[in-house]
């Protein structure tokens, strides 16, 4: 029987996230639901990590390539506002997961009526279990 990563702590992140969709809607800014998921966060005094810095993909740079929250150093978010994801919005967590070395991402778009967050799995570490070598989403 498989087991599902992380299960408790992503269930918890999203039920977060239909409270910040539900209070402001569709048409806002990415900024402004991580503004809201923060003060959700601090709310309850989670150990999350907003902007976090993953230096392995760009070790020269000072700024490097930022995830929008790491949460218990365990789950990756990457919130969007945009029509649909991309292809390259499952990348970009790809890289950003075998980066970090973590298990699981949350890819969370905003912009969609029904909110649905995608759970992304890196394929790094489960490359046994996928026949693609595209991102694994389970």
């Known amino acids: 029987m498989a087991q599902i990563i992380e299960k408790s702590l992503c269930y918890d992140i999203?039920?977060?996230?239909?409270?910040?969709h539900k209070e402001l809607g569709r048409f806002c800014r990415e900024i402004q639901?991580?503004?809201?998921?923060?003060?959700?966060?601090?709310?309850?005094?989670?150990?999350?990590?907003?902007?976090?810095?993953?230096?392995?993909l760009a070790p020269d740079s000072p700024k490097g390539n930022k995830v929008d929250f790491v949460v218990k150093f365990r789950v990756l978010i990457d919130l969007k506002a945009k029509n649909y994801i991309?292809?390259?919005?499952?990348?970009?967590?790809?890289?950003?997961?075998?980066?970090?070395?973590?298990?699981?991402?949350?890819?969370?778009?905003f912009r969609e009526s029904h909110l649905k967050p995608k759970r992304v799995l890196?394929?790094?570490?489960?490359?046994?279990?996928?026949?693609?070598?595209?991102?694994f989403v389970d």
């Open 14 to 20: 999203t039920g977060l996230c239909f409270k910040v």
């Open 122 to 135: 890196n394929t790094r570490l489960y490359a046994e279990h996928s026949e693609n070598s595209d991102a």
């Open 33 to 56: 639901y991580a503004d809201k998921l923060e003060e959700l966060f601090k709310v309850d005094n989670w150990d999350y990590q907003r902007e976090y810095v993953l230096k392995n």
């Open 86 to 109: 991309t292809k390259e919005d499952y990348i970009q967590m790809q890289r950003y997961l075998q980066a970090s070395g973590l298990e699981i991402g949350l890819i969370v778009n």
